[in-house]
């Protein structure tokens, strides 16, 4: 089975610190995710990639950035945390293009609280 | 641009109750069409899919139709039981795009 992980289940985090949340898959997956999850909000995407260091905006890409030097890792990088990024982060990967490779894989997700 | 539009929660009924989670979505041209699936404490998890206009994704006995003329997919299940109690997302994904992107979500819970 593919295993995608994200490296912290809780993190807590002060108001301007410079936050890393790390993701990294076992399948060699080209594509990979970053959604944040809020109540009535549902997931929003931040950023993706679909290869090393290639990276794209998804719809809420501010206050965000990202890395990926390696296929299996895709990092998001918070530059000054503040507190509407309290959130809860959910990585994900999937094969390249094609129609039988449309299931993404979720982790388990990163609750981030930033007092 | 892209976007899915789905029923607000939350959603309790009985169990073997009928269910419907309405889903419509807005995509310029062919977009492929998903149902996730998140349990209490879990990630979330593909529960069916369809890629083109007139499939119907099955699975776990949900099912969703493809509808194009309604730009629709709405999610049914004849019977519902308890362990479906979960948040279901309605996702796309546009024809030449490598995102994908989700409903609000629709929480569901089931009555013993």
């Known amino acids: 089975d593919v295993k995608v992980t994200q490296s912290s289940r809780y993190l807590v985090k002060r108001t301007g610190e410079k936050v890393f949340l790390e993701c990294v898959q076992d399948?060699?997956?080209?594509?990979m995710f970053w959604y944040r999850q809020d109540p009535g909000l549902g997931l929003r995407l931040i950023y993706f990639s679909y290869d090393v260091k290639m990276k794209e905006k998804g719809d809420i890409p501010e206050g965000y950035s990202v890395s990926r030097e390696k296929k299996e890792r895709f990092s998001l990088i918070l530059e000054s945390a503040s507190t509407n990024q309290t959130s809860m982060y959910l990585c994900?990967?999937?094969?390249?293009?094609?129609?039988?490779?449309?299931?993404?894989?979720f982790g388990s997700g990163t609750q981030l609280s930033v007092l | 641009g892209n976007s899915v539009t789905q029923m607000e929660g939350p959603v309790t009924l009985s169990e073997e109750a009928f269910l419907t989670i309405n889903c419509t979505y807005t995509a310029t041209g062919y977009p492929s069409l998903f149902w996730y699936v998140q349990y209490p404490g879990e990630g979330l998890q593909l529960l069916l899919k369809a890629t083109k206009a007139d499939d119907k994704g099955s699975n776990k006995g949900f099912e969703a139709t493809y509808r194009k003329e309604t730009t629709s997919f709405h999610l049914e299940k004849g019977s519902v039981q308890v362990s479906d109690s979960a948040v279901y997302f309605c996702?796309?994904?546009?024809?030449?795009?490598?995102?994908?992107?989700f409903g609000s979500g629709t929480r569901l819970s089931i009555r013993p």
């Open positions: 994900a990967s999937r094969p390249g293009q094609g129609a039988t490779n449309e299931k993404l894989f």
């Open positions: 399948m060699d997956h080209e594509n």
């Open positions: 996702a796309l994904r546009g024809s030449s795009a490598s995102k994908i992107i």
